[in-house]
Structures are given as structure tokens and as C-alpha cells.
Nanobody
Framework: QVQLVESGGGLVQPGGSLRLSCAAS????????MGWYRQSPGKQRELVAT???????NYADSVKGRFTISRDNAKNTVYLQMNSLKAEETAVYYC???????????????WGQGTQVTVSS
């Protein structure tokens, strides 16, 4: 079994900061890209940021300059530092990892359960 467990969500005022973490565990052989997505009520899930095992990053235009994605390959963990948060960024944030399980040795996407981020005064 593979699990992705997110943490770090919560309530923050506009302009504030939060740091999300996501740890992958289980019978993992290798992890390729990891990333963060978000979904607001009534909207489709959207990409926030991704990072490859080599450290190459990709960001949604709306978060460039404010959010930073990073990862610790030794811990199978990805982080999202979010600064200058806006009310419209209130959403459930989901962690994603493209990985190979030891049992199957084929690439597949796995998702965490999501963590709520609420930006409100």
C-alpha cells in the first residue's frame, strides 16, 4: 500500500503564510514528480506547482513569486511554502506523486486526502 499524507493546512489571514507538507510512505520503489493541486467549491481541480526528482519546478502563473515548492527525496516528502495568500486561494489542497510501487514496478499517480486552506479575515 502507498499513502500520501498532507499536513499544514488551516486558517490564515489574507497576506499571511502557510507551509504544507506531504509525506509518501509504503512499498515505494521510486518517485518521479510530486506536486500540489487545489480545488475550490464548484471549480475543477487545478495545478498549483510540481517538482521533479531532479528539482525542476513548474508553477501556475497565479502563484509565481509567492509560492515555493521543494522536496526531500530521502524522506519522500514534498513541501509548499505559500506566502501573500489571497482569499480566492481558499481551497482543499491535494498532494500528488507519480511513483512506482515495488510490487507492480509501473508508474502511477497517487493522491493524498487533501488539506483545507482557508484565507479569511
Amino acid at each position: 500500500q502507498v499513502q500520501l499524507v498532507e499536513s499544514g493546512g488551516g486558517l490564515v489571514q489574507p497576506g499571511g503564510s502557510l507551509r504544507l507538507s506531504c509525506a509518501a510512505s509504503g512499498s515505494i520503489f521510486s518517485i518521479n514528480a510530486m506536486g500540489w493541486y487545489r480545488q475550490s467549491p464548484g471549480k475543477q481541480r487545478e495545478l498549483v506547482a510540481t517538482i521533479t526528482s531532479g528539482g525542476s519546478t513548474n508553477y501556475a502563473d497565479s502563484v509565481k513569486g509567492r509560492f515555493t515548492i521543494s522536496r526531500d527525496n530521502a524522506k519522500n516528502t514534498v513541501y509548499l511554502q505559500m506566502n501573500s495568500l489571497k482569499a480566492e486561494e481558499t481551497a482543499v489542497y491535494y498532494c500528488n506523486a507519480r511513483l512506482k510501487k515495488i510490487a507492480t514496478m509501473s508508474w502511477r499517480d497517487y493522491w493524498g486526502q487533501g488539506t483545507q486552506v482557508t484565507v479569511s479575515s
